[in-house]
T-cell receptor, first 115, second 108 residues
Framework: NAGVTQTPKFQVLKTGQSMTLQCAQD?????MYWYRQDPGMGLRLIYY???????DKGEVPNGYNVSRLNKREFSLRLESAAPSQTSVYFC??????????????FGEGSWLTVV | GIQVEQSPPDLILQEGANSTLRCNFS?????LQWFHQNPWGQLINLFY???GTKQNGRLSATTVATERYSLLYISSSQTTDSGVYFC??????????FGEGTQLTVNP
């Protein structure tokens, strides 16, 4: 089982460049998420998609956009990268909303450095 | 928003020792999960436990929702238990809020 797959795993960007992080899950989950993790900190929610066709802002959405392309795929776009966006990005998915008691499954992370 | 505090921030053990990690949260929650992040960065779900007690092998967890805390117990620790343990809560919807984690090092 692949679970949640993210690409790329590592990326170096120059300030002002744009890029898209791709995420796909093969568990037929309805909900998908993007988190970022900074050194010594827990994960912070950037955006999430409760179901196909919907997206909502999380704690730290500024500087990011998302697209729920279909039920399997949820992409995160940095339009104009800034050094403050240097972080590890995690995609995740769950069967449904977390309030319903569903557990969440994470991808392996994408290490992004903006210079 | 909801606050999640984990203690201790760092813990060093000898192999075979037992430990207790604590998670305090500031508001009622409908979802509480414990995760282990291994040294390679992979996040593994350990428990979904908004209330009550669960056990899985050497690990167990207890959440006392009325008092707004959860405990993760690790017995007979092994070097492979090393990593960061996160508590995460969702008071509503899908906005899972993470604590800052407990860094556990188990020495042989």
């Amino acid at each position: 089982n692949a679970g949640v797959t993210q690409t790329p795993k590592f990326q170096v960007l120059k300030t002002g460049q744009s890029m898209t992080l791709q995420c796909a899950q093969d568990m037929n989950h309805n909900s998908m998420y993007w988190y970022r993790q900074d050194p010594g900190m827990g994960l912070r929610l950037i955006y999430y998609s409760a179901s196909e066709g919907t997206t909502d802002k999380g704690e730290v959405p500024n500087g990011y956009n998302v697209s729920r392309l279909n039920k399997r795929e949820f992409s995160l776009r940095l339009e104009s990268a800034a050094p403050s966006q240097t972080s590890v990005y995690f995609c995740a998915s769950s069967v449904g909303l977390l309030i319903s008691g569903n557990t969440i499954y994470f991808g392996e992370g994408s290490w992004l450095t903006v210079v | 928003g909801i606050q999640v505090e984990q203690s201790p921030p760092d813990l060093i053990l000898q192999e075979g020792a037992n430990s207790t990690l604590r998670c305090n949260f500031s508001d009622s929650v409908n979802n509480l999960q414990w995760f282990h992040q291994n040294p390679w960065g992979q996040l593994i779900n350990l428990f979904y436990i908004p209330s009550g007690t669960k056990q899985n092998g050497r690990l167990s967890a207890t959440t006392v929702a009325t008092e707004r805390y959860s405990l993760l117990y690790i017995s007979s620790s092994q070097t492979t238990d090393s990593g960061v343990y996160f508590c995460a809560v969702a008071p509503s919807g899908s906005r899972l809020t993470f604590g800052e984690g407990t860094q556990l090092t188990v020495n042989p």
